[in-house]
Nanobody, 121 residues
């Protein structure tokens, strides 16, 4: 299983950016997908998640600015980031809880390789 994230980059404060992540491989079912981030010298933190029912959750620091969405058919998740701030600078990691064709009833946790988001003037 691979989680391929893309869309990171350098933007100025107040600008927007959209991250994408696609899961591929012998996937039986995806239970949830989401985004976490890790700034230099800090612990990894929740940004947003979306489960198979479409329910979403957000970290307090991004509520009202970021929106998570998904494309079930493409095993993809997206993160629309608006009103970006310098404190949003971090490596953003895609995450998924899913099961494999080889064992449909066991959920596993997978991480993507990370994509850098830098917000700076």
């Amino acid at each position: 299983v691979q989680l391929q994230a893309s869309g990171g980059g350098l933007v100025q404060p107040a600008e927007s950016l959209t991250l994408s992540c696609t899961a591929s491989g012998e996937i039986y079912r995806i239970n949830a997908m989401g985004w976490y981030r890790q700034a230099s010298g800090k612990q990894r933190e929740l940004v947003a998640t979306i489960n198979k029912g479409g329910a979403t959750s957000y970290g307090d620091s991004v509520k009202g600015r970021f929106t998570i969405s998904r494309d079930i058919a493409k095993n993809a998740v997206f993160l629309q980031m608006n009103s970006l701030k310098p404190e949003d600078t971090a490596v953003y990691y895609c995450n998924s809880e899913l099961s494999l064709n080889s064992n449909p009833f066991r959920m596993n946790n997978y991480w993507g390789q990370g994509t850098q988001v830098t917000v700076s003037s």
